[in-house]
C-alpha cells in the first residue's frame, strides 16, 4: 500500500513532459527578476513605498492607528500586516517598520515609535512585543483621500481583503524620505531630500512646465540628510546627477575648533554622514590610533548623549586642525559617498531611470489624476444625495398623501413610486424616514442642504472641466504641504548645508597620515632595499649578501619619498613608511615597481620637491628637470629620460651652482655655463659632450668663482680655481681637453 501511495505515474513514461532546460531556466529566472523588482525592492515612483511599507500603512490605517489616536503595539501591527496583506517573516516586516519610525533614516518618519526603535550606533530595536506605534501626519497625508476611490486596489495573495495598488501620496514620498534597494541586475539609491525645496520645485513646474533641471535645482538644492552633515560637491556635478538621475553626492561630517585654553584646543564632530554608525566610525578612528596611521591625533572620544558629540584631541597644539580634519576624513566614514541612483517604477509597473523633472512630473500627474478621482466620487456621493433630498422635498409638499399611501396601500413602495414619479432611491428614503422628520423645520433644513450640495456639484464639475483649475487646486495643495513641513518648522528646517573641500598641499595630507620617525635607507648594488631605525652615522658597517655591496644609503623621515632613476631613464617612487625593516637584507625593488628585467639602479635619494636634477645618458645626452614633475604615482613609474639600447641612462645629480664639469671615458674634461642645457619635463635632452668613442664618466655642477673640486683615492680634496679651469671652459657639445694632472684614476669627481 505504501507503494501505490508515492508512485509518481503508471511507470510507462507517458505522464513524463519534456522541457528545454534554457527556455524552462529562463522564463523562471525572468519571472523571479519581475518579481523582485516589482514586489520587493523598487519604490512606486508616485508614492514612494515599496510594496511592504505600503502595507504597513495600510493595515495601520485599518486599525485606525491615526496620529492623534493612541498606540498599539507593533506586534499586533505585524501580525495583521503579514497575516491579510504580506505573506512574508515578521522580522522583515518588523524591520520595515522600525525603519519607518527611526528619526535618524527617515527624514520624514512615516511611523511614530513609543520605545527602544535602535540608535545611530547601529544597536536593534527592541522585541516587537515590546513596541508601540502609531502614523505620523506624513503618513496621513499619503493616505488622504484613500476611502474616497483616490486609487485602485486589488485582491489580497489569499484573496479575502484588497489593499492599494499605490497610495494617493499628497506628500512627495519618494523624494523627501528616499529609498534604496538591490533588485535583480539592478539597484536603487535615492537620497532624502527637504520637503519645502521639492514644494517649491512642483509648483514651479505646474506654472511652466518647460523648466530645466538648472531651475529646479535652484530649489532642489541636493539632498537633505537627517543626521545634517556637509555636502562638499560643486553645482556642476550636483546639476549633472539630477539630469541623469545617477550621479552621489560627498558628505562630510560637521566640526568646529573649541578652545581649551592655554593655546590648546579640541575638535568636536556635531553631524556624521547619512546611514554611518557612530559606534564603528568611532572603533575604526580607536584602531587606526592604535596602529599609528593618524600620528596627529592624540586622543578620540565620545561624549555623545541625545545629540552627537564626537571629540578629537591633537597631538600637540602645533598640529594643524584643518590637516588633521583632512587625514581624518580620507581614512574613515568621516567623509562618505552618498550614491544617486534613481532607478523607479513608473507608473508601478516598467523600471526605469528617471532625472528629478521626470519623478516631480510623474508625482504631479498622479496628484491630478487623484484629485480627479476623488472630484468624481464627492460628485457621485451629491448626485445620491440630491436625487434623495429631491424625493424628501416631494414627500413635505405631499405628506398628506403620502402617508394615507403608506397606511392603507398594500404595496406602498410602488404606489408611490407610480404617483409622484420617484425612483426607487427615492421611494426606499421616503419610507425609511423617521416620523420625528415630520416637523417643518425640517423641509427647511432639507432645501438648505439641497442648495448647498447643489451649489458644491457646480463647483466640482467646474474642477473636473477645467485642467487649468486642477493643476490651481494641485498648487494650492502643495502650498499647504510645505506651509506645514516648511524650513520655518522643527522638522522641516534643512540640515544638510553645503560647503567647499578646503584645498590642502596633499602631501601634508598624506604626511598626516604617517608616523614621523628617522630612518635609514640602505640600497645595495643588486637592487635589496631596506629602512632602518634610526640615522645611522657608519654605513661601513652595513652588512650585505655574499657577491652584494653597497650602492647608497642616506637618512630620511618615514614621511618622505624615496625617489629611484634606472638604467631605463625612468623614476620610481616609495614611501619610506612602506620599506621593509632593517633586521634582514631588505627586500628586491622590482617586487615594489615593475622595473624592467634588463635595467638597473643608476641613483636613488630622499626627494624635495623644490630641487633641480640633471639627468643624462651614456652617449652624453641630457637635460634639466624639476624633482616634483619625476614623481611616480603608480609601480609602472614615470618615463623622464629617452633612451634607445644600446644607450641608458648614467647620470642623475642635483643642480647647484652655474656651470657644468663633463669628464668622458676619454678622460676629456669640459666646463661650460649650466644656462646652456635646456630645463625640460620630459625628453631626449642636448648633448653636453662630444665623444669619438666610448661616452660620459661623470658629471659636477659647481659655482665657477668657488672653483672646480675633485676627490683623489686617498680622500684628499683637489681644487682648480677659475683661472686654473680657463683652458677646459668651453661651449656645449664640444670635445673638451684632457684632465689635468691630479685627476682620479678613475675618471670620476669622487673616489666613491
Same mark, same amino acid.
Not at 86 to 107: E, I, K, S
Given at each position: 500500500?505504501?507503494?501505490?501511495?508515492?508512485?509518481?505515474?503508471?511507470?510507462?513514461?507517458?505522464?513524463?513532459?519534456?522541457?528545454?532546460?534554457?527556455?524552462? /531556466?529562463?522564463?523562471?529566472?525572468?519571472?523571479?527578476?519581475? %518579481?523582485?523588482?516589482?514586489?520587493?525592492?523598487?519604490?512606486?515612483?508616485?508614492?514612494?513605498?515599496?510594496?511592504?511599507?505600503?502595507?504597513?500603512?495600510?493595515?495601520?490605517?485599518?486599525?485606525?492607528?491615526?496620529?492623534?489616536?493612541? =498606540?498599539?503595539?507593533?506586534?499586533?501591527?505585524?501580525?495583521?500586516?503579514?497575516?491579510? =496583506?504580506?505573506?512574508? +517573516?515578521?522580522?522583515?516586516?518588523?524591520?520595515?517598520?522600525?525603519?519607518?519610525?527611526?528619526?535618524?533614516?527617515?527624514?520624514?518618519?512615516?511611523?511614530?515609535?513609543?520605545?527602544?526603535?535602535?540608535?545611530?550606533?547601529?544597536?536593534?530595536?527592541?522585541?516587537?512585543?515590546?513596541?508601540?506605534?502609531?502614523?505620523?501626519?506624513?503618513?496621513?497625508?499619503?493616505?488622504?483621500?484613500?476611502?474616497?476611490?483616490?486609487?485602485?486596489?486589488?485582491?489580497?495573495?489569499?484573496?479575502?481583503?484588497?489593499?492599494?495598488?499605490?497610495?494617493?501620496?499628497?506628500?512627495?514620498?519618494?523624494?523627501?524620505?528616499?529609498?534604496?534597494?538591490?533588485?535583480?541586475?539592478?539597484?536603487?539609491?535615492?537620497?532624502?531630500?527637504?520637503?519645502?525645496?521639492?514644494?517649491?520645485?512642483?509648483?514651479?513646474?505646474?506654472? =511652466?512646465?518647460?523648466?530645466?533641471?538648472?531651475?529646479?535645482?535652484?530649489?532642489?538644492?541636493?539632498?537633505?540628510?537627517?543626521?545634517?552633515?556637509?555636502?562638499?560637491?560643486?553645482?556642476?556635478?550636483?546639476?549633472?546627477?539630477?539630469?541623469?538621475?545617477?550621479?552621489?553626492?560627498?558628505?562630510?561630517?560637521?566640526?568646529?575648533?573649541?578652545?581649551?585654553?592655554?593655546?590648546?584646543?579640541?575638535?568636536?564632530?556635531?553631524?556624521?554622514?547619512?546611514?554611518?554608525?557612530?559606534?564603528?566610525?568611532?572603533?575604526?578612528?580607536?584602531?587606526?590610533?592604535?596602529?599609528?596611521?593618524?600620528?596627529?591625533?592624540?586622543?578620540?572620544?565620545?561624549?555623545?548623549?541625545?545629540?552627537?558629540?564626537?571629540?578629537?584631541?591633537?597631538?600637540?597644539?602645533?598640529?594643524?586642525?584643518?590637516?588633521?580634519?583632512?587625514?581624518?576624513?580620507?581614512?574613515?566614514?568621516?567623509?562618505?559617498?552618498?550614491?544617486?541612483?534613481?532607478?523607479?517604477?513608473?507608473?508601478?509597473?516598467?523600471?526605469?531611470?528617471?532625472?528629478?523633472?521626470?519623478?516631480?512630473?510623474?508625482?504631479?500627474?498622479?496628484? !491630478?489624476?487623484?484629485?480627479?478621482?476623488?472630484?468624481?466620487?464627492?460628485?457621485?456621493?451629491?448626485?445620491? !444625495?440630491?436625487?434623495?433630498?429631491?424625493?424628501?422635498?416631494?414627500?413635505?409638499?405631499?405628506?398628506?398623501?403620502?402617508?394615507?399611501?403608506?397606511?392603507?396601500?398594500?404595496?406602498?413602495?410602488?404606489?408611490?413610486?407610480?404617483?409622484?414619479?420617484?425612483?426607487?432611491?427615492?421611494?426606499?428614503?421616503?419610507?425609511?424616514?423617521?416620523?420625528?422628520?415630520?416637523?417643518?423645520?425640517?423641509?427647511?433644513?432639507?432645501?438648505?442642504?439641497?442648495?448647498?450640495?447643489?451649489?458644491?456639484?457646480?463647483?466640482?464639475?467646474?474642477?473636473? +472641466?477645467?485642467?487649468?483649475?486642477?493643476?490651481?487646486?494641485?498648487?494650492?495643495?502643495?502650498?499647504?504641504?510645505?506651509?506645514?513641513?516648511?524650513?520655518?518648522?522643527?522638522?522641516? !528646517?534643512?540640515?544638510?548645508? =553645503?560647503?567647499?573641500?578646503?584645498?590642502?598641499?596633499?602631501?601634508?595630507?598624506?604626511?598626516?597620515?604617517?608616523?614621523?620617525?628617522?630612518?635609514?635607507?640602505?640600497?645595495?648594488?643588486?637592487?635589496?632595499?631596506?629602512?632602518?631605525?634610526?640615522?645611522?652615522?657608519?654605513?661601513?658597517?652595513?652588512?650585505?649578501?655574499? +657577491?652584494?655591496?653597497?650602492?647608497?644609503?642616506?637618512?630620511?623621515?618615514?614621511?618622505?619619498?624615496? /625617489?629611484?632613476?634606472?638604467?631605463?631613464?625612468?623614476?620610481?617612487?616609495?614611501?619610506?613608511?612602506?620599506?621593509?625593516?632593517?633586521?634582514?637584507?631588505?627586500?628586491?625593488?622590482?617586487?615594489?615597481?615593475?622595473?624592467?628585467?634588463?635595467?638597473?639602479?643608476?641613483?636613488?635619494?630622499?626627494?624635495?620637491?623644490?630641487?633641480?636634477?640633471?639627468?643624462?645618458?651614456?652617449?652624453?645626452?641630457?637635460?634639466?628637470? %624639476?624633482?616634483?614633475?619625476?614623481?611616480?604615482?603608480?609601480?609602472? +613609474?614615470?618615463?623622464?629620460?629617452?633612451?634607445?639600447?644600446?644607450?641608458?641612462?648614467?647620470?642623475?645629480?642635483?643642480?647647484?651652482?652655474?656651470?657644468?664639469?663633463?669628464?668622458?671615458?676619454?678622460?676629456? /674634461?669640459?666646463?661650460?655655463?649650466?644656462?646652456?642645457?635646456?630645463?625640460?619635463? !620630459?625628453?631626449?635632452?642636448?648633448?653636453?659632450?662630444?665623444?669619438?668613442? #666610448?661616452?660620459?664618466?661623470?658629471?659636477?655642477?659647481?659655482?665657477?668663482?668657488?672653483?672646480?673640486?675633485?676627490?683623489? %683615492?686617498?680622500?684628499?680634496?683637489?681644487?682648480?680655481?677659475?683661472?686654473?679651469?680657463?683652458?677646459?671652459? #668651453?661651449?656645449?657639445?664640444?670635445?673638451?681637453?684632457?684632465?689635468?694632472?691630479?685627476?682620479?684614476?678613475?675618471?670620476?669627481?669622487?673616489?666613491?
Amino acid at each position: 500500500m505504501g507503494k501505490d501511495l508515492i508512485k509518481p505515474g503508471s511507470g510507462d513514461g507517458n505522464d513524463i513532459e519534456a522541457v528545454d532546460l534554457k527556455s524552462a /531556466l529562463e522564463e523562471r529566472y525572468l519571472a523571479y527578476a519581475l %518579481s523582485t523588482i516589482m514586489g520587493r525592492a523598487l519604490p512606486d515612483v508616485r508614492d514612494g513605498l515599496k510594496p511592504v511599507h505600503r502595507r504597513i500603512l495600510h493595515a495601520m490605517r485599518i486599525l485606525k492607528l491615526d496620529p492623534d489616536a493612541g =498606540f498599539k503595539k507593533c506586534a499586533r501591527i505585524v501580525g495583521d500586516v503579514i497575516g491579510k =496583506f504580506h505573506p512574508h +517573516g515578521d522580522q522583515a516586516v518588523y524591520d520595515a517598520l522600525v525603519r519607518l519610525a527611526q528619526d535618524f533614516a527617515q527624514r520624514y518618519p512615516l511611523i511614530d515609535g513609543q520605545g527602544n526603535f535602535g540608535n545611530i550606533d547601529g544597536d536593534n530595536a527592541a522585541a516587537y512585543r515590546y513596541t508601540e506605534a502609531r502614523m505620523t501626519e506624513v503618513a496621513s497625508l499619503l493616505l488622504e483621500g484613500i476611502d474616497e476611490d483616490a486609487v485602485d486596489f486589488r485582491l489580497t495573495y489569499n484573496e479575502e481583503d484588497k489593499e492599494p495598488v499605490v497610495l494617493p501620496g499628497a506628500f512627495p514620498n519618494l523624494l523627501a524620505n528616499g529609498s534604496s534597494g538591490i533588485a535583480v541586475g539592478m539597484a536603487t539609491n535615492i537620497p532624502p531630500h527637504n520637503v519645502a525645496g521639492l514644494c517649491d520645485a512642483a509648483m514651479h513646474l505646474i506654472k =511652466f512646465r518647460n523648466a530645466g533641471i538648472e531651475k529646479l535645482v535652484e530649489f532642489v538644492q541636493g539632498p537633505d540628510f537627517p543626521t545634517g552633515g556637509i555636502i562638499v560637491d560643486d553645482h556642476e556635478s550636483i546639476v549633472e546627477a539630477y539630469k541623469t538621475g545617477r550621479g552621489g553626492f560627498r558628505v562630510r561630517a560637521k566640526w568646529e575648533k573649541e578652545d581649551t585654553g592655554r593655546g590648546t584646543y579640541q575638535i568636536v564632530v556635531t553631524e556624521i554622514p547619512y546611514q554611518v554608525q557612530k559606534s564603528r566610525l568611532i572603533e575604526k578612528i580607536a584602531e587606526l590610533l592604535l596602529n599609528r596611521k593618524l600620528p596627529l591625533l592624540g586622543d578620540v572620544r565620545d561624549e555623545s548623549a541625545e545629540d552627537i558629540r564626537i571629540v578629537f584631541e591633537p597631538k600637540s597644539r602645533a598640529v594643524d586642525p584643518e590637516i588633521l580634519m583632512e587625514s581624518l576624513f580620507k581614512l574613515t566614514e568621516l567623509e562618505s559617498r552618498v550614491s544617486l541612483n534613481m532607478n523607479v517604477l513608473s507608473g508601478g509597473k516598467v523600471p526605469k531611470v528617471m532625472s528629478l523633472k521626470e519623478v516631480l512630473l510623474e508625482w504631479l500627474e498622479h496628484r !491630478r489624476d487623484v484629485l480627479i478621482r476623488r472630484s468624481r466620487h464627492r460628485l457621485q456621493q451629491i448626485e445620491r !444625495r440630491l436625487e434623495v433630498l429631491g424625493g424628501l422635498l416631494i414627500a413635505y409638499l405631499n405628506i398628506d398623501e403620502v402617508i394615507r399611501i403608506i397606511r392603507f396601500e398594500d404595496e406602498p413602495k410602488k404606489k408611490l413610486m407610480a404617483r409622484f414619479d420617484l425612483t426607487d432611491v427615492q421611494t426606499e428614503a421616503i419610507l425609511n424616514m423617521r416620523l420625528r422628520a415630520l416637523a417643518k423645520l425640517e423641509e427647511i433644513e432639507i432645501r438648505k442642504e439641497h442648495d448647498k450640495l447643489s451649489e458644491e456639484k457646480a463647483q466640482i464639475e467646474a474642477i473636473l +472641466g477645467s485642467e487649468e483649475r486642477q493643476w490651481s487646486i494641485l498648487r494650492h495643495d502643495i502650498g499647504e504641504v510645505r506651509k506645514q513641513f516648511g524650513e520655518n518648522t522643527e522638522l522641516g !528646517r534643512r540640515r544638510t548645508m =553645503f560647503g567647499v573641500a578646503p584645498e590642502h598641499d596633499l602631501e601634508a595630507v598624506q604626511q598626516a597620515m604617517i608616523e614621523k620617525e628617522p630612518v635609514t635607507v640602505v640600497l645595495s648594488r643588486k637592487g635589496w632595499i631596506r629602512a632602518m631605525k634610526g640615522h645611522v652615522s657608519d654605513f661601513a658597517t652595513l652588512s650585505f649578501k655574499e +657577491g652584494d655591496e653597497l650602492l647608497t644609503a642616506f637618512h630620511a623621515e618615514t614621511t618622505d619619498k624615496v /625617489l629611484l632613476f634606472t638604467t631605463g631613464g625612468k623614476f620610481f617612487t616609495l614611501g619610506a613608511d612602506k620599506l621593509p625593516g632593517g633586521r634582514g637584507h631588505g627586500d628586491p625593488v622590482r617586487v615594489m615597481v615593475d622595473m624592467d628585467n634588463d635595467t638597473d639602479i643608476v641613483a636613488a635619494f630622499k626627494h624635495q620637491s623644490d630641487r633641480k636634477i640633471l639627468v643624462a645618458s651614456k652617449v652624453g645626452n641630457g637635460f634639466i628637470t %624639476s624633482e616634483g614633475d619625476v614623481v611616480a604615482n603608480t609601480r609602472k +613609474g614615470k618615463q623622464v629620460l629617452n633612451v634607445k639600447m644600446p644607450d641608458e641612462a648614467e647620470i642623475c645629480t642635483f643642480v647647484n651652482g652655474d656651470h657644468i664639469a663633463v669628464v668622458g671615458d676619454n678622460r676629456k /674634461l669640459l666646463v661650460f655655463p649650466l644656462e646652456q642645457i635646456p630645463e625640460m619635463g !620630459r625628453g631626449k635632452g642636448v648633448r653636453l659632450q662630444k665623444y669619438k668613442d #666610448g661616452g660620459v664618466k661623470d658629471v659636477r655642477i659647481f659655482t665657477l668663482e668657488e672653483g672646480l673640486t675633485w676627490e683623489d %683615492s686617498a680622500g684628499r680634496t683637489h681644487t682648480r680655481s677659475q683661472a686654473e679651469l680657463a683652458e677646459y671652459i #668651453g661651449e656645449r657639445a664640444q670635445a673638451g681637453r684632457v684632465a689635468p694632472k691630479g685627476f682620479p684614476k678613475n675618471g670620476r669627481f669622487s673616489s666613491v
